[in-house]
């Protein structure tokens, strides 16, 4: 997808930490994360802070996911997503395959997450790109990274997603916000109980 096609632009932007406070995105790759995240990632360590911003897939699992334009700027998507919720045995997942058409892949991934009972709304979007050349890769060796903060309701959670796209990384930071607001042993911040 190229950055004119982009929803959301790209964050230009970048808020440090309060002086003195670390986290390790910003020592991996010498970029500063968005305020409000930086502040819930302060002394994390790599692992606990992807477990925390970008929990496994073992409970929103994107198993396809294909556009074909239509025209007009509106796309047919289909996704093939698996659930599982948090009372279903490990392993047992849902699979459902799922259509819309809609004017870009975030949205067409939000909409499919309301169908199947986990709505996300997007609050504030950053998105970084890796640099190949400076050795700056996300994880493993996906080239994007996408930061959200998303909301349901009263809930709202940060979340942050990694792909070799910047569709992929939107859609994968999506899913995890899905997980952390809907599916998470413990509510996420400002959850009505």
Same mark, same amino acid.
């Given at each position: 997808?190229?950055? +004119?096609?982009? $929803?959301?632009? =790209?964050?230009?932007?970048?808020?440090? !930490?309060?002086?003195?406070? *670390?986290? @390790?995105?910003? &020592?991996?790759?010498?970029?500063?994360?968005?305020?409000?995240?930086?502040?819930?990632?302060?002394?994390?360590?790599?692992?606990?802070?992807?477990?925390?911003?970008?929990?496994?897939?073992?409970?929103?699992?994107?198993?396809?996911? +294909?556009?074909? $334009?239509?025209? =007009?700027?509106?796309?047919?998507?289909? !996704?093939?997503?698996?659930? *599982?919720? @948090?009372?279903? &045995?490990?392993?047992?997942?849902?699979?459902?395959?799922?259509?819309?058409?809609?004017?870009?892949?975030?949205?067409?991934?939000?909409?499919?997450?309301?169908?199947?009972?986990?709505?996300?709304?997007?609050?504030?979007?950053?998105?970084?790109?890796?640099?190949?050349?400076?050795?700056?890769?996300?994880?493993?060796?996906?080239?994007?990274?996408?930061?959200?903060?998303?909301?349901?309701?009263?809930?709202?959670?940060?979340?942050?997603?990694?792909?070799?796209?910047?569709?992929?990384?939107?859609?994968?930071?999506?899913?995890?916000?899905?997980?952390?607001?809907?599916?998470?042993?413990?509510?996420?911040?400002?959850?009505?109980?």
């Amino acid at each position: 997808m190229n950055a +004119s096609a982009h $929803p959301f632009p =790209r964050t230009t932007e970048f808020i440090a !930490a309060p002086t003195g406070a *670390r986290n @390790p995105f910003t &020592e991996r790759y010498r970029r500063r994360l968005p305020r409000g995240f930086a502040d819930e990632a302060v002394g994390m360590d790599w692992r606990t802070m992807v477990d925390t911003f970008a929990p496994s897939s073992d409970h929103f699992h994107l198993a396809d996911f +294909s556009r074909r $334009p239509l025209g =007009r700027g509106i796309t047919a998507y289909e !996704a093939i997503l698996a659930t *599982r919720g @948090p009372e279903d &045995e490990p392993g047992h997942f849902t699979t459902r395959r799922l259509t819309t058409s809609s004017c870009g892949d975030l949205t067409a991934m939000s909409e499919m997450l309301g169908r199947v009972g986990a709505r996300v709304e997007i609050e504030k979007f950053h998105q970084y790109e890796g640099n190949h050349h400076e050795g700056t890769t996300f994880a493993g060796n996906a080239s994007w990274c996408t930061i959200l903060r998303a909301t349901c309701g009263r809930r709202e959670a940060w979340a942050m997603g990694f792909g070799q796209s910047s569709s992929e990384a939107s859609i994968a930071a999506l899913l995890n916000a899905a997980t952390r607001l809907h599916l998470r042993g413990r509510p996420a911040r400002n959850a009505v109980l």
